[in-house]
């Protein structure tokens, strides 16, 4: 009998041409945004794909279990998640730890961060790099439009309150918002890519 191996944890760069790779991607932003309205009771901050990040997914073996997504002009982590299956075992603080004494300038994350992201990006002496007064109002104002078409789209019976629309909306705008921010910046890098000869990486 054979000892069981540890299982290999590794990142891998974000592939727009590798349907695997979208598919795993918009799961994980769909399940990041709707943890994350249930904790925020709101639309969530960041984004996960961008010409500005470097976009890794993460994975357990040849599992894929999460992403990661930094923006390269600020030094900073936009987004990171873990499926809930994959946390505590250490992913979060590997791929932080790494990226942080691989940047060329001190490493940040951008807030608002989970609980327990906090609590991690305090043991790794991370940054946490709070919105601008300017990106705060442009959010407030974000949330406040979207909450209002939710509420004037809505076809239950309970289409909730000014602070809380329609669950049930939100999820399904929700849903549609993931497969919208990872597919349409893809599509639009596959197209650059065939128009300039497959020069895009």
């Not at 197209?191 to 895009?200: E, F, I, S, T």
Request: proline residues 6%.
């Amino acid at each position: 009998m054979t000892e069981t191996q540890a299982p290999r944890v590794h990142a891998t760069n974000f592939d727009y041409r590798s349907s695997r790779d979208v598919e795993a991607l918009t799961l994980f932003f769909k399940d990041y945004l709707l943890e994350e309205h249930e904790r925020l009771r709101h639309f969530p901050s960041g984004i996960p794909l961008a010409s500005w990040l470097n976009t890794i997914l993460l994975h357990v073996d040849d599992e894929p279990v999460g992403f990661c997504s930094a923006d390269l002009t600020r030094y900073a982590i936009e987004l990171i998640y873990v499926a809930p299956e994959h946390r505590r075992l250490g992913i979060a603080r590997w791929i932080l730890t790494d990226l942080r004494d691989a940047c060329p300038e001190r490493m940040r994350i951008k807030a608002p961060l989970s609980p327990a992201c906090r609590k991690l990006a305090e043991q790794l002496a991370i940054p946490i790099s709070s919105p601008t007064p300017d990106e705060e109002a442009r959010g407030e104002r974000a949330i406040k439009d979207l909450h209002e078409t939710i509420r004037q789209r809505c076809r239950h019976r309970r289409v909730g309150s000014d602070l809380r629309p329609c669950h049930r909306c939100y999820q399904a705008l929700l849903r549609r918002a993931a497969v919208a921010m990872v597919t349409e910046p893809s599509v639009a890098m596959r197209n650059a890519a065939r128009l300039l000869g497959g020069a895009v990486a």
